[in-house]
């Protein structure tokens, strides 16, 4: 069976400082992979989708960016972390775009 | 724009209480729509998929329903462990089929015993 791991669970982080948040996927090969920012009391916004290695879609302008060096790994990077940054970040993967996707745990990011 | 509106925000229900939640939505053509359950603290878990007005899907004591303008999930006979915020997600359709889910802000529902 198919299973998405996301770490870390809590992460907090300094103004300015550096971000990185791994996603990996297994059980499955050539996933649709997402990263989700889902705020207090808000719905889920699409961050970046890819289709494959090294194909990354950014769906808002914003201060992070993502890559996807192997087919089942996908992460999210900021280079200088702002307050607006902080938020729920959650991972997910999906057969192909019109399918339903699956969300790994999802992490607690604060940035102070 | 596709737009995903959820009602009510918030539900208290008590147990053996049947109700509803409300999923409107506006895409310029839809490919799915798609029900979540999500734990505090916790990531989205799958519920249904639903494509085509008429449809329905059952799974315990929920079950989804879907028209052409909205969805709507029903409760029969809830209990305290159905306690969670439940969200609608659309898939649109456009001629390059490259579109990701587009997410409600979700109905929290609290089950009392």
């Known amino acids: 069976s198919q299973t998405i791991h996301q770490w870390p669970a809590t992460l907090v982080q300094p103004v300015g400082s550096p971000l990185s948040l791994e996603c990996t996927v297994e059980g499955t090969s050539n996933p649709n992979l997402y990263w989700y920012r889902q705020a207090a009391g808000r719905g889920l916004q699409l961050l970046f989708y890819s289709v494959g290695i090294g194909q990354i879609s950014s769906e808002v302008p914003q201060n992070l960016s993502a890559s996807r060096p192997q087919d089942r790994q996908f992460i999210l990077s900021s280079k200088k972390l702002l307050l607006s940054d902080s938020g729920f970040y959650l991972c997910a993967w999906s057969v192909s775009l019109n399918t339903e996707a699956f969300f790994g745990q999802g992490t607690r990011l604060t940035v102070v | 724009e596709d737009q995903v509106t959820q009602s009510p925000e918030a539900l208290r229900l008590q147990e053996g209480e049947s109700s509803s939640l409300n999923c409107s939505y506006t895409?310029?053509?839809?490919?799915?729509l798609f029900w979540y359950r999500q734990d505090p603290g916790k990531g989205p878990e799958f519920l249904f998929t639903?494509?085509?007005a008429g449809e329905e899907k059952e799974k315990e004591r929920l079950k989804a329903t879907l028209t052409k303008k909205e969805s709507f999930l029903h409760i029969t006979a809830p209990k305290p462990e159905d306690s969670a915020t439940y969200l609608c997600?659309?898939?649109?359709?456009?001629?390059?089929?490259?579109?990701?889910?587009?997410f409600g802000s979700g109905t929290r529902l609290q089950v009392q015993p």
């Open positions: 895409v310029s053509g839809l490919r799915g």
């Open positions: 997600a659309v898939q649109p359709a456009d001629k390059a089929g490259r579109r990701a889910l587009t």
């Open positions: 639903l494509y085509s």
